[in-house]
Nanobody, 117 residues
Framework: QVEIVESGGGSVQPGGSLQLSCTAS????????TSWYRQAPGKEREFVAS????????HYADVARGRFFIHRDNWQSTVWLDMASLKPDDTAVYYC??????????WGQGTQVIVSS
């Protein structure tokens, strides 16, 4: 049974930092691509960052590059998103996405991030 659980969201002031985590089970974590997406109120879900199987290859959306850092530990079946210099525009529900080797995708339930003074 596949399970994806995110945590780490919350409220933070502009300029602050947060770390999101996503722990997955039910498949061989080392063989999946892990990504973070976000969805702001009234907007479509958008890609934030991803990391491939070994964790050395990463990709970032322009809004995340230079401020966010994605990393994973296959032994812990966990992927993290470290976010710094947060802005009000970063306010959104952040979702963990896992894509298996055959293209099947799984989503977590989402974790809310609010950046406000």
């Amino acid at each position: 049974q596949v399970e994806i659980v995110e945590s780490g969201g919350g409220s933070v002031q502009p300029g602050g930092s947060l770390q999101l985590s996503c722990t997955a089970s039910g498949f061989a974590f080392s063989s999946v691509v892990t990504s973070w997406y976000r969805q702001a109120p009234g907007k479509e879900r958008e890609f934030v960052a991803s990391t491939l199987h070994g964790g050395r290859s990463t990709h970032y959306a322009d809004v995340a590059r230079g401020r966010f850092f994605i990393h994973r530990d296959n032994w812990q079946s966990t992927v993290w998103l470290d976010m710094a210099s947060l802005k009000p525009d970063d306010t959104a529900v952040y979702y963990c996405n896992v894509q298996t080797y055959n293209g099947t995708e799984y989503w977590g339930q989402g974790t809310q991030v609010i950046v406000s003074s």
